[in-house]
């Protein structure tokens, strides 16, 4: 079902705008309520296993996922940040789900992600999204294209580097007019392979002396715990972030999402 669809399900005395006796907090609340209501279920498929763990910093968030299989059973993922906190930045991902149910299945991850960022663009929020769009086919190739957005990792099953992705692009939603081009980037992913896609809530997470977890540290965490399943290394993952932060309350949304191919 389409974001739109669930949106229209909704009864109306659920999305009405709350009396003016209502303080920030119920807002705030139904907001929370509402982006919950879109957000997707992970889209199983026979070559793949997922883990997804997904925190927002308030009731709501800026982080946003989501899942499209086209007719050829090729799976894409999107992952993206919107900038800021708050309902702003929830709103932003309201906009990412409706552009996404607008896109045709089977079209290239550059071709998309290009597509994505003209709609957003076109509605002048002064708001952009990072984002990375991959997409999985049964025999094992990935496409991917960064928009702005931390690079995916890839686990090689054979304990081999650990592998990631030189073309940036440029966030969603900034420039109509593409002043850095979104480059299509492929991989052949072997059985056993993982891919971790993350928000830079996880990296910039930080402790009591104000140091940030960092991409270092996660790597080496990635190391360290590669042989296990998606679950278990998403939970090891930020168990060690939490481990490092001291407990601090971290101060970003955080979504973190590892699939292994089978």
Known sequence: MSVLAKILEIPIQNIVRPSKEKNYQNELKLAADFQQTVLPEIVEVDYLDIALTYKPYDLVSGDVYDFMLNREKELAIFIGDATGHGISAALMTMMVHIAIDSLTPNLATDKSIRKLNQLISSRNTGRSVTSVLFRIKPDGL??????????LIVVPKDNSELVSFKEAGCPLGLFIDEPVK???????????????A????????????????????????IKNNRSIDCD????????????????????????ILISEYK
């Open 142 to 151: 990935m496409n991917v294209t960064h928009a702005g957005h931390p690079s």
């Open 232 to 255: 278990n290394l998403v939970q090891a993952i930020y168990n060690d972030a939490e481990l490092f932060s001291n407990h601090q309350l971290n101060s970003d949304d955080l979504t």
């Open 198 to 221: 993350y928000t830079d809530g996880l990296t910039e997470w930080r402790n009591e002396l104000k140091e940030a977890y960092g991409l270092d540290r996660l790597l080496e965490t």
């Open 182 to 196: 979104y480059i299509e980037e492929t991989y052949q992913l072997k059985s056993g392979d993982k891919i971790i």
